[in-house]
């Protein structure tokens, strides 16, 4: 499994310039990434398995940014994902044919995949900024009624367009996705979600999430906070998006209902609100889960019908996952911790506080 | 700047000053004609029965609420429409009666925050031009802060070395890395004035420091009060419902009823004042014991 590289603690005494400490663990990811591409690309089915955790994790951590660290409530991060699954999914179709001529057809190919991946990004980071400037001037749950508005609105009107396939869906969008793309935004996510938390900016958002009054008395721009953590959250969704809409063999609505936001929002909880780790750990998890039980459906031969049935039971079962949590552990798996913070003793760890 | 208000002449501008401040909520008026005007180096105090108005005029001034009538001016500059946070940038930092720390957050982090907050903005909070600039500051800010440029390590350090020294001023260094939640109360509200300090305001509004202190730390905040007063060369405004603490440390003092100022002046003098007595005893304490002490 992928493990993201530990982030340089501010007060380490490096080797590392001062400059390049910045992105010194993009360089070390890209190395690993290689190798980790290599070890699992024999399996289609790991290729598979391991690319939709991986957007899942993206899902989740890029949630975590706003429902945890900043403690608004945001509902409908599959309608983000859904802008940039279709958006970008859209522009490579049409660009299928296109190839850059000074490179090769496969460095071409990811090159015009990285360019619909950020237009499919900033499209629901714009989409982002549109819900969330009304919506974040104000306190309370409003967020939540209109991220909820906001996911049905897309899945109806990606249902309703002709250029978005209809009910039907997308086909045909070329398989750019690997491993390797999935697990560098998981990545750069994840790198993002812990230096906002580790800067002032994060400081900023915990206090909002803490005392939304006393943190607009001390000189903290509470709206602008929040839009701008809801902006990136945003962004990161609709990479996700356009990520899924690369390696699975077709893009539809159904993909993109509010059971898929509910999902994102059960990791986020299992994990722990605030904590990225924890979000990671449980994205994992029930990303797991379903396969889990697939295998064990199968493996106790309970008719065969039960295994392929795991997508329906998926939900009553983190239903129930969150009702055990919330009576025995109302905080997560990590509460605001992360993952170094919750590790045996005898393990070297950060001092305490955010940064 | 309105040139109206920085050419007071005198001594010294003033840093806050209120004009005929009232508040309105539907029937009920909270706040009728309040002024009050605050100096650097003054210790002003602000009591009152509870329901007076006080903790109400401190939300007017700090621009929770908008007034429905009159003018706030903080450094000079008509506050009337501006956030609490765009007023804080002009120098206004203030504590809560019912302790509102960020809980979660470490002693060190809940000043840090404020430290930021302050430097991350210029004062000029009016202007389409101000606010591109800050606009376009604050993107540079998030990509500082996640290329962690060695500008961004230096401020990062530089923050952590003015919070260090808040708290050490403040007397809390032994709590650095605790979450506020865990501090003991009399420390908690001691943080929360670390945490105004933290945005290098020139006045600073305390509401009920001493509440809940013991006579030992009420005694200890008075002298600290003044102290930050000179240290930090601020004008302080406090609500107190300590009489004794009111009148220790406070050179002069506005009082309210009903939202109405009904004295203000010396302590000696609001002392003696008779509506005053009124209005914190009762009509019938004045009767028996035959007006004023």
Sequence with gaps: MMETPALPVPEARSVIPAGLRGIFPVLVALVLLALFQWLVSESPFAVYLLSVMGVNIILAVSLNIVNGMTGQFSIGHAGFMAVGAYISGVLSLNLKEVALSFLPVAASDQVLFTVALLVGGLAAAACGFLVGLPSLRLRGDYLAIVTLGFGEIIRVVVQNTNAFGRALGLSGIPQYSSPYMVYFWVFLVVLVARRIAGSSHGRSLWAIREDEVAAEAMGVDTTGYKVRSFVISSFFAGIAGGLFAHFVPIINPGSFTFVKSMEIVVMVVLGGLGSTTGAIVAAILLTLLPEGMRSLFNALGTEGSLAQKVDQIRMPIYGLLLVVLMLSRPQGLFGVRELWDVLPRWIPRKRRGLS | ?293
């Design chain 2, 1 to 293: 700047m309105s040139a109206a208000v920085s050419v007071t002449g005198g001594a010294q501008a003033p840093l806050l000053q209120a004009d005929g401040v009232s508040i309105q909520f539907g029937g009920l008026k909270a706040l009728t004609d309040f002024s009050l005007t605050i100096r650097q180096g003054d210790l002003l105090g602000l009591i009152g029965p509870n329901g007076a108005g006080k903790s109400t005029a401190f939300n007017v001034l700090t621009g929770v609420y908008q007034p429905t009538r009159g003018d706030v001016h903080v450094g000079g500059q008509r506050v009337n429409g501006l956030k609490p946070h765009q007023i804080n940038h002009l120098g206004l930092a203030r504590t809560f009666q019912n302790i509102r720390l960020f809980r979660a957050l470490t002693a060190l982090d809940n000043v840090k925050v404020a430290c930021r907050a302050q430097g991350a903005l210029h004062p000029h909070v009016l202007g389409v031009g101000a606010k591109m600039k800050n606009a376009l500051g604050n993107y540079r800010d998030w990509w500082r802060a996640l290329l962690l440029t060695p500008g961004f390590q230096a401020e990062e350090r530089e923050l952590t070395r003015q919070a260090e020294h808040l708290l050490e001023v403040m007397g809390l260094s032994h709590r650095r890395d605790e979450e506020a939640r865990n501090l003991p109360y009399g420390e908690q509200r001691r943080l929360e004035i670390a945490r105004a300090l933290g945005t290098k305001p020139k006045v600073l509004l305390l509401d009920e420091p001493a509440a809940g202190m013991n006579t030992r730390e009420k005694a200890d905040l008075m002298v600290l009060i003044r102290k930050l007063r000179d240290d930090f060369q601020l004008g302080v405004l406090v609500i107190e419902h300590d009489m004794k603490l009111v009148m220790g440390i406070c050179e002069h003092i506005t009082v309210l009823d009903h939202g109405e100022t009904i004295a203000r002046g010396a302590p000696a003098q609001v002392r003696s004042d008779r509506k005053v007595i009124e209005a914190y005893l009762g009509d019938s304490y004045l009767e028996s014991h035959g007006g004023a002490a």
